[in-house]
């Protein structure tokens, strides 16, 4: 069984700049959750997809976007990018109708 | 709004010690809890979980207890080892029915040998 894949492992980007991050969930799950970690913060959840759908968003700007695809891979879409948006990005998966979430090992993210 | 607390944010025991992590939060109806295990560089690894119809969990050296009544939950290890050094994170589910996490602020863990 495969876990949660994610990618690239770390970016660089630059003020202004838009940004696509990447996240395979595990074999068997369909719902995708992404969340920002700050540098020595608890996760926040930015939104969730089950089934391509957006299943809820937290409290993150309309610049952040997302896609799930039929094979329930999903994408974070950041535009306009900011200096505080720099942080880990992660992706969770879970099996539909199930509340436990697996995470991926994060995408690192820089704003210079 | 929605807000989990967590408490202590360092916490250093000697090996073989007990450690306690206590969290709380605010959503009455949250019904889910997991805690998640975090080491340098690496996403979150779940570690235990419990819902909101039992008041004790445990897995080997690792033990959670839920009050529901108040909405505290906390996290025992059990002969703490070096290799159980992270960062500890509680969650908890955001209203019931939901599938999407509060987490607290994380415990920063040293077991020192």
């Known amino acids: 069984e495969t876990g949660v894949t994610q990618s690239p492992t770390h970016l660089i980007k630059t003020r202004g700049q838009q940004v696509t991050l990447r996240c395979s969930s595990q074999?068997?799950?369909?719902?995708v959750s992404w969340y920002q970690q700050a540098l020595g913060q608890g996760p926040q959840f930015i939104f969730q997809y089950y089934r391509e759908e957006e299943n809820g968003r937290g409290n993150f700007p309309p610049r952040f976007s997302g896609l799930q695809f039929p094979n329930y891979s999903s994408e974070l879409n950041v535009n306009a990018l900011e200096l505080d948006d720099s942080a880990l990005y992660l992706c969770?998966?879970?099996?539909?109708?199930?509340?436990?979430?697996?995470f991926g090992p994060g995408t690192r993210l820089t704003v210079l | 709004g929605e807000n989990v607390e967590q408490h202590p944010s360092t916490l250093s025991v000697q090996e073989g010690d007990s450690a306690v992590i206590k969290c709380t939060y605010s959503d009455s109806a949250s019904n889910y809890f997991p805690w998640y295990k975090q080491e340098l560089g690496k996403g979150p690894q779940l570690i235990i979980d419990?819902?909101?119809?039992?008041g004790e969990k445990k897995d080997q050296r690792i033990a959670v207890t839920l009050n529901k009544t108040a909405k505290h939950f906390s996290l025992h290890i059990t002969e703490t080892q070096p290799e159980d050094s992270a960062v500890y994170f509680c969650?908890?589910?955001?209203?019931?029915?939901?599938?999407?996490?509060?987490f607290g602020t994380g415990t920063r863990l040293k077991v020192l040998a």
């Open positions: 419990i819902r909101s119809n039992v």
């Open positions: 074999s068997g799950h369909n719902t």
């Open positions: 969650a908890a589910s955001m209203g019931s029915g939901t599938y999407k996490y509060i």
């Open positions: 969770a998966s879970s099996a539909g109708g199930t509340d436990t979430q697996y």
